[in-house]
């Protein structure tokens, strides 16, 4: 305990000099208090009212491999002008598939019947919009989500990855002619090898006719809900000619930090982007950027990020409206998880445990 020596002030009163300075000190600190307080429930409101609940990276353009493109970038800087965009964004889901036995045509069975059921008008075929659009014109569409399963059906003596004049679809295969939402590249089929880069130069052909904003990847053993999808679209996805040069999904990176890369479970790109992938970069661009390991997705993130404009990289990891995990390879817990609802799922979901305990604290990587 302090001990305290009163002293006699000139009008008698006896006091102490140490107490008073102890309350000066009390009152200092109650008013700091009190203003902290103040600024952090001002700040707290203000936060939530202007918050963003993705990531927005700009990429600079230092640090960034572009010697190997240089020759066939030079053309995509020179961009058109903005211009009057159309009045709703819209976002072609390529879900990628493969008749390479029939696990994955009864894969697609039951996507159909699941997720795909939605009687959105907004949600529909890709031949549904194409016909929309011709008959109707892109601003009196009412789809706005066309999707398309994604199938490699070239002989064995096409390219893996679409490098010549050839044509770039064929004709579906006869036991499966009865799917018309099936698009069929005329490569030979490999996921990890030239199939995307070549779906991504379809992509823009089709965007470039028929008015696509943004163009997606996501594997045939992502479930999605599509309510979550449609806000995620119209909350934060602007239509043209406001989305150049966007790049999203869920965050990832190689264990040396050297890519940065949307996970092949669920990616997207603006439809400038993919154009840049599919065309501008050539089939030699494509391979000299690749890694040595097959990596479709970390591969992508390099063909992106070659482009000699920044990017604006949509990092999902806290904004995911899909599920994406061993579960959902087998039928019956796919079509559980969708029949059970995921809304109460992706709210867990959000939350990258994922992320942080398998990826980061394990160093699992490339």
Known sequence: MVKITPITLRNGVRASSQCRELKRTKIGLSLALSFLVFVAIVNTSWSNETRNPLQIKQFPLSDRDLSQIEENAKDFEKEAPLGLGSLKTTFLI????????????????????????????????????????????????????PYAFIIAAGGKDRPYDHDDDAPLTVKPWKKVNDEDDCVYLNIRESMEDGKSPSYFKFGADVARKYHIDYITKLDDDTLISPDSLMNFIEDELPPAPYNRRVYGGRSWSTRSG????????????????????????????????????????????????????????MDLVMYKFWIHDSATKIEDAFRTRWEDGMENFLARERVPWGFYCSNWLGGRGL
């Open 94 to 145: 390529s879900i990628f598939s493969t008749n390479a036995s029939e696990k994955y045509i009864n894969r697609r069975t039951y996507i159909r019947e699941t997720y795909l059921t939605v009687s959105d008008p907004r949600i529909c075929k890709l031949s549904e919009y194409i016909r929309q659009i011709e008959e109707n014109g892109p601003y009196n569409t009412v789809c706005q989500v």
């Open 258 to 313: 050297q890519v940065y890369y949307g996970a092949g479970q669920f990616y997207f790109m603006s439809s400038d982007l993919a154009h840049y992938v599919g065309n501008v970069l050539s089939a030699e661009d494509r391979k000299s950027l690749s890694h040595s390991k097959q990596t479709e997705d970390a591969d992508m993130g390099r063909f992106v990020f070659s482009n000699p404009r920044p990017i604006k990289f």
